[in-house]
């Protein structure tokens, strides 16, 4: 197996690079990678376990750098068939840019025991610290209204909702990723970001139109445009968001978003899933923080998924929300030029290259 030490150790910080260095920085990944193989390090393939999942390569397993204490860092994602290849890729990026990859901890969320994904995460990553989590459905039944995208569907979107009322006691604050995003940078850095008070955090978009996140039902309604009055709403996009969950639970956020969704049954307030009752209850009431923790859209708008490129700036995080994924779009050899980016932490590897070295 091989043993990779933290890379940030050896690196200058890679939140500072811009979108340029960015592709150095896949040269170096590569680069990284040959030299292990020409030192004769076997890079083992786990076996494919069934017809539904795609087989993954063993990751390098990450040693904390000779600083680093024992505070762990709480991330949790959702875990689903669909979506798996963009978590493994997540979870190696996390890993290879932490300078103390072995104090995170994973909490995963799936809607039902897959004990292949389970073997799966353990053969990929045998050093991960994690936990798995089973997110009753029931929570959300009779809730959900049809959306723009039939993934925004999934009841396993809601999860994030109630991250208060299924993680342990003990885990205070916790940082909510989506599965298709690429961390480039130490993710201790996000997890120590200042709430001021806030029940969470995450980069605000005052630029962009929040009217078009609800309908005309919404603002015709002379009733519910007041549910605005006092704040200032921004768009923020809930596949990043650090989330001081204490704070969450003791406010009952779950119940203000979920009722958000009954009103949205009754009256079709907006169009986007889990996203716009977020938006309800924190617009206008959050910690905004670097925009390069986001950099959101790549993959696109919700019904075409057409190219985009990267934003101006330094970067931290890349996220591919929107209808086109990376790794679809690379395997119809058909992709955006950012999804090379996200090309160098694919795990995934195709029955004709599998091989032993």
Known sequence: MAIWRNISSLSPPIGLLSPFLIITLILLTTTTNAAAAATNIRLSLIRKPSKSLPVFREAPAFRNGDT???????????????????????????????????NVFFHFLWSHNDEEIYKNIKTTFPYLRFKVYKFDSNRVKGKISKSVRQALDQPLNYARVYLADILPMNVNRVIYLDSDII???????????????????????????????????????????????????????TGVMVVDVLKWRKGGYSYKVEEWMVVQKQKRIYHLGSLPPFLLVLAGNIKGIDHRWNQHGLGGDNLEGKCRGLHPGPISLLHWSGKGKPWLRLDSRKPCTVDHLWAP????????????E
Not at 92 to 101: G, K, M, T
Not at 194 to 205: F, I, S
Not at 212 to 229: G, M
Not at 346 to 356: A, G, M, N, Q, T
């Open 68 to 102: 680093c204490t024992n505070n762990l860092v709480h991330v949790a994602m959702t875990l689903d068939s669909n979506y798996l290849r963009g978590t493994m890729a997540a979870v190696l990026s996390i890993l290879q840019h932490s300078f103390c990859p072995e």
């Open 183 to 237: 961390v480039v940078d130490d993710v201790a850095k996000l997890w120590k970001v200042n709430l001021e008070g806030k029940v969470l955090a995450a980069p605000e978009y005052c630029q962009a139109n929040f009217t078009r996140y609800f309908t005309n039902n919404f603002w015709k309604d002379p009733e519910l445009v007041k549910t605005f009055k006092g704040r200032k709403p921004c768009y923020f996009n």
């Open 345 to 356: 932490y694919d795990l995934y590897r195709s029955k004709k290259h599998i091989f032993e």
